[in-house]
T-cell receptor
Framework: AQSVTQLDSQVPVFEEAPVELRCNYSSSVSVYLFWYVQYPNQGLQLLLKYLSGSTLVKGINGFEAEFNKSQTSFHLRKPSVHISDTAEYFCAVSTGGFKTIFGAGTRLFVKA | DAGVTQSPTHLIKTRGQQVTLRCSPKSGHDTVSWYQQALGQGPQFIFQYYEEEERQRGNFPDRFSGHQFPNYSSELNVNALLLGDSALYLC??????????????????FGAGSRLTVL
């Protein structure tokens, strides 16, 4: 079975500072990895995905993530955050098929 | 192009009642998944429907049931509501043919959710 661990429940950061949101996964087979963002009172929006190929993937809003198979990690990064990036971020894993498993989420709070 | 639409957006029920939530998938999608998101937690997989059949189910009791219609829309039914069923219920759609194009990955598009409060 797959599982996802988001290592930080909350990450406060000042505007224009860099940020990294950490995600580790567990799976006995090859995985697909995703980051979703959820703004207040809204559904989840796909930020980026790793399916195959290059381990560095770029997404929307200037976010990027790196797949590290040996460390079973998929950390999300942004070099300079904005107030509008304040939201809940979810890491997710799938092995294909019908089930995607989500982590508990990391609340990013960007301060002026 | 309409995305995933869910109804109702909010509803309040009392313990023991039954509720039906509805979802219309994104145009071109044929698969619908349902998730429960309790306050402060990540989405938990309930089940997924493809070709009008439940294909996989998460760790939820039989009080949770669903249906998919020929037009790919879906319903989630919850019977004998408990206080702990209060949550945001999210519908996500995807495409099996899209999965083939995405190296086999099932990429989900989410609706805004239906917030259920059980009193």
């Amino acid at each position: 079975a797959q599982s996802v661990t988001q290592l930080d429940s909350q990450v406060p950061v000042f505007e224009e500072a860099p940020v990294e949101l950490r995600c580790n996964y567990s799976s006995s087979v090859s995985v697909y990895l995703f980051w979703y963002v959820q703004y207040p009172n809204q559904g989840l929006q796909l930020l980026l995905k790793y399916l195959s190929g290059s381990t560095l993937v770029k997404g929307i809003n200037g976010f990027e993530a790196e797949f590290n198979k040996s460390q079973t990690s998929f950390h999300l990064r942004k070099p300079s955050v904005h107030i509008s990036d304040t939201a809940e971020y979810f890491c997710a894993v799938s092995t294909g098929g019908f089930k995607t498993i989500f982590g508990a989420g990391t609340r990013l709070f960007v301060k002026a | 192009d309409a995305g995933v639409t869910q109804s109702p957006t909010h509803l309040i029920k009392t313990r023991g009642q039954q509720v039906t939530l509805r979802c219309s998938p994104k145009s071109g999608h044929d698969t619908v998944s349902w998730y429960q998101q309790a306050l402060g937690q990540g989405p938990q997989f309930i089940f997924q429907y493809y070709e009008e059949e439940e294909r996989q189910r998460g760790n939820f009791p039989d009080r949770f049931s669903g249906h998919q219609f020929p037009n790919y829309s879906s319903e989630l039914n919850v019977n004998a509501l408990l206080l702990g069923d209060s949550a945001l219920y999210l519908c996500a759609s995807s495409s099996l043919s899209g999965a083939v194009a995405n190296s086999g990955a099932n990429v989900l598009t989410f609706g805004a959710g239906s917030r259920l409060t059980v009193l």
